[in-house]
Nanobody
Framework: QVRLVESGGGLVQAGESLRLSCRTSGINFKIHRMGWYRQAPGNQRDFVAAISNDGSTNYTDSVKGRFTISRDNARNTVYLQMNSLKLEDTADYYC?????????WGRGTQVAVSS
């Protein structure tokens, strides 16, 4: 059974940092591309960042230079380091991967940025 469990969200002030974690089970983690998405209230779920099994990364433009995605294959965990947080980063953040052509999602972790 594939499971993705996010943690690390919280309430912070603008300019502060958070690190999100997504622990996985049920997959051969080291071969999987992992992604982070976010969904603000009333909005669709949007791509934030992804990391491939070779460590290559890509980001949506709005987080480039502020967010860093990384992975620890020994811990089956992917991280999202979020620095210089802005009000518009407020959202539920979801971890994602695909396995046998099926997308899997965690239940999300909430990030709220206040002024």
């Amino acid at each position: 059974q594939v499971r993705l469990v996010e943690s690390g969200g919280g309430l912070v002030q603008a300019g502060e940092s958070l690190r999100l974690s997504c622990r996985t089970s049920g997959i051969n983690f080291k071969i999987h591309r992992m992604g982070w998405y976010r969904q603000a209230p009333g909005n669709q779920r949007d791509f934030v960042a992804a990391i491939s099994n070779d460590g290559s990364t890509n980001y949506t433009d709005s987080v480039k230079g502020r967010f860093t995605i990384s992975r620890d294959n020994a811990r089956n965990t992917v991280y999202l380091q979020m620095n210089s947080l802005k009000l518009e980063d407020t959202a539920d953040y979801y971890c994602q991967t695909a396995y046998k052509s099926v997308n899997y999602w965690g239940r999300g972790t909430q990030v709220a940025v206040s002024s």
